[in-house]
């Protein structure tokens, strides 16, 4: 059982000495929307000098590899397109290699996920905005593509009425696959703003399909899987870190990693210590087994 | 506990012997979409000619009382505004008699709630068309109306990703109320399509809101109590009849009244036998004492 202990110096080299590779999350570890979170960058270069691969793993459905590689530039981080795992590319992997999807998908997502479909080659449509028309007798004679075999549910800003009849009317045919790219609930911004999560997208479409999807994103071990083949990873020698415990951290004990909760993002120390104190096992396994205030202070600690 | 019978000729007459009330759902009761069911207007008038008060009760927000009373009239029934009770007044009626709405709704609704609320001299904001524009930088600062103090969910074919985002932002203050009309899923229309339900609309809001809202519609005791109140029912002397297990019949036995599950609907007599079946305290309270194919058959029986 997870202790969620501080990181001391002391506990931070014994730590280290016996880790390969360290998975970060993003948004909350490393930037806060467009700005980069102090000492950050450094501690991943830090990292990097001390011979850790370092991997980078997000639930953020809205930037393909690609695009990461340059948000990852602009804000001083250096890393490479085959370093960072977001669940757009996640997603058109598994939709590819293991879904081994024929015909087309019905997305509910946007551009960037599009994109990652492209490079799998991977047919699609629902893109864009798709506002309702008509009225319930018109819908109840919707067409719909008949080439359609998996709905696939991302970020998408565009959502309408309209697409959650057609994802909805889709998943009525049980051979049609029903994935998406992750839970996240809301981006907290402070200031009496809310920004809901794609998990708001996928509760609306889940509602009425009635069926469950498979989830790729964190704490789901897909993304895990994914890189612990491609780089042959040592789950015991590898380190997870991030600021959302229902996703980072438990992705962490499903995984059988090391854990390491930041407080710079949306996680207050408090809060995994009411998962420490519950007897829940679903709880349990959001408890770190350590903490620190933020990234900065990782890189001052090695 | 309830039984699951079929309702005969006998039991319907000892039954009726004991009922002054009916309460009757509507939407796979007495039509489907546009179309009145085979006998369910000629059972109606039977019932009143035999002296029972006959109620309608339905968790469909999109019309309200006097748009209720037209479609009555069209499909050939007969009722008037006092005996129609539908999500759209009767949310109206609990902002004001007992939510006491001072200040503004931002409502995630249509037109019909919104004649609902003025007729109860509610004010609000937030019907029709409202889609996405910016970017999240926008959205984090995006202005809100101080003068909100509740957010009301009811079904929205327009239902955006900004009513999303300022619906979850309202409901970040504490002091906001967050009240929804009913959490149907769908509405079934075969022929491979699927509507989806408020319960759809009402899921993306409350997952980003991460609260409860309160829920009027069945099996909410409150449209109950309402009626109870205005018309002075004795619910022992009261039957429910619907087509829905976890609506219709739920609200029968969350109020003591007697049920009859009709099959022209949402639900199958399997389905009836499965909650039957089941240990599960939720399940029991969706079995209904009786059931018959139609609101037809009763008639006949009478």
């Not at 270069?45 to 011979?51: F, I």
Request: hydrophobic residues 40%; aromatic residues 6%; negative net charge.
């Amino acid at each position: 059982m997870a202790a969620c202990k501080l990181l001391t110096r002391e506990r931070a080299t014994q730590l280290l000495a016996n880790i390969d590779t360290v998975l970060t999350d993003c948004d909350g570890v490393l930037w806060q929307g467009m700005e980069a979170l102090p000492g950050a960058a450094k501690t991943i270069a830090k990292l990097r000098e001390m011979g850790k691969r370092v991997l980078f793993v997000t639930n953020n459905s809205t930037k393909s590899r690609l695009s990461y590689v340059e948000k990852f530039k602009n804000l001083g981080f250096e890393a490479n397109e085959d370093e960072v795992y977001g669940t757009a590319y996640i997603a058109a992997l598994y939709l590819k290699n293991i879904a081994k999807v024929t015909g087309k998908v019905y997305l509910v997502g946007n551009t960037e996920m599009a994109k990652e479909l492209d490079l799998q080659g991977i047919s699609y449509t629902g893109t864009g905005p798709d506002p309702i028309e008509g009225t319930v007798t018109d819908w109840k004679t919707l067409p719909l593509d008949p080439e359609v075999t998996t709905v696939l549910i991302g970020f998408d800003e565009h959502l309408s009425y309209m697409k959650m009849i057609k994802a909805a009317s889709y998943l009525s045919n049980e051979n049609v696959q029903f994935v998406a790219t992750n839970t996240d609930e809301k981006l907290p911004v402070g200031n009496g703003r809310v920004i809901p999560g794609t998990g708001c997208i996928l509760a609306a479409v889940h509602t009425a399909a009635d069926r469950d999807p498979i989830i790729l994103g964190k704490p789901s071990k897909f993304m895990f899987e994914v890189m612990k083949e491609k780089f042959d990873l040592d789950p015991n020698r590898t380190l997870m870190i991030g600021d959302k415990l229902n996703t980072d951290i438990m992705l962490g004990h499903n995984c059988g990693l090391t854990t390491l909760l930041v407080l710079s993002g949306v996680t207050s120390l408090e809060e995994a210590r009411q998962m420490q104190a519950s007897n829940s096992i679903e709880h349990q396994k959001c408890v770190p087994h350590y903490y620190l205030p933020n990234m900065g202070e990782l890189g001052d600690l090695l």
